[in-house]
């Protein structure tokens, strides 16, 4: 593992530049919780500033995966794997690098979108993944937040009075999930556990790894409400992490616990101001070793269309 720097910063820099996430090109079907557009210009940074092009960049818990999918559409490192233990979530990436893509495209054209509809296919028992990947868009996309955690609601309102269709853009999604099937040879899908993926990696030094965990470490609670897995040993996480021989860039909420277990491993922390969906300046954090950093801008908003 190469050398690494503690660095804090208390106070961010102040003449970051404001990106839109707007610019980022949209390439998942989700609206994830926690999802990392906003990242996605300092992940082509990381990724292009290495010597030689990463073997594979890992994702052991890969969401909306908003990272992984950039990361194949621009080559920016030779092959993906995206790890995620949801079957809900699985079943759609599943489908999507599947010859099923296109049925679930063409499902969701052809679904006229009311609640009484919505109501009726949810209320059905999936007989097949692709079903299941159809019923897990479709409450991914009526549901406030894109929660697809037990106890979330249906959009009511919506945006611009259009209720639950606010969140609903067929031909964008079904556009999205063609880009994605072709982009199947560089992808690898697993449905399963990230911790013990990056434990068999471990050995790894021409991997790297995106790892954006849910926020449940202790004093933040939050992923709690927004995942249906949610309970994950941060601990162990971040000791693997230090074993790791592959570069690694970790994102977490800000919170003391989180900053010293980093502090405990020597890692180099670094905290982002960006806005969060009702504008509040607020900060995450970077973790990370072993490369340098270019500065990087203040970002806004946090969820993907
Ligand atoms: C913060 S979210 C990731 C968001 C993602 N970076 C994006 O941009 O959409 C964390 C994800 O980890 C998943 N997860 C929780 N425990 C896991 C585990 N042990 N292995 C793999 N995935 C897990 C959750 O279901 C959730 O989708």
Not at 280 to 301: C, D, H, N, Q
């Amino acid at each position: 593992m190469k050398q690494l720097s503690l660095f804090e910063e208390d106070q961010p820099p102040y003449n970051r530049r404001i990106v839109n996430v707007a610019s980022v090109p949209q390439l998942s079907p989700f609206r994830y919780p926690g999802g990392k557009t906003w990242l996605v210009p300092e992940i082509r940074k990381w990724l292009s500033s290495k010597k030689t092009r990463p073997s594979e960049l890992i994702e052991p818990f890969a969401g909306g995966g908003i990272v992984s999918l950039t990361v194949a559409n621009e080559q920016l490192a030779d092959h993906v794997t995206m790890i995620e233990l949801d079957p809900d979530v699985a079943a759609v990436w599943h489908t999507i690098f599947s010859n099923d893509a296109e049925w679930l495209a063409e499902m969701i054209l052809d679904f006229e979108l009311t609640i009484d509809n919505v109501q009726a296919t949810l209320a059905l028992t999936a007989e097949s993944v692709r079903d299941h990947a159809f019923q897990t868009i479709l409450r991914n996309r009526t549901n406030h937040g894109g929660i697809l955690a037990p106890g979330s609601g249906v959009l009511k309102h919506g945006e611009n009075g259009k209720g639950i269709a606010s969140r609903w853009y067929a031909d964008t999604l079904a556009k999205r999930i063609r880009r994605l099937f072709t982009l199947r040879e560089r992808i690898t899908f697993i449905e399963g556990d990230g911790m013990i993926h990056l434990n068999e990696t471990l050995c790894r030094g021409d991997v790297v790894y995106f790892i954006d965990p849910p926020y449940t470490a202790p004093g933040k609670r939050a992923g709690r409400r927004l995942y249906s897995y949610s309970e994950i040993d941060h601990d162990n996480l971040f000791s693997l992490c230090k074993m790791a021989e592959g570069d690694f860039m970790m994102t977490y909420d800000d919170n003391e616990s989180v900053c010293d277990m980093a502090k405990q491993r020597g890692f180099h922390i670094e905290r982002v101001p960006m806005k969060n969906t009702h504008h509040a300046k607020m900060f995450e954090l970077l973790i990370f070793t072993g490369f340098s950093r270019p500065e990087y801008p203040v970002t806004s908003g946090h969820q993907a269309a």
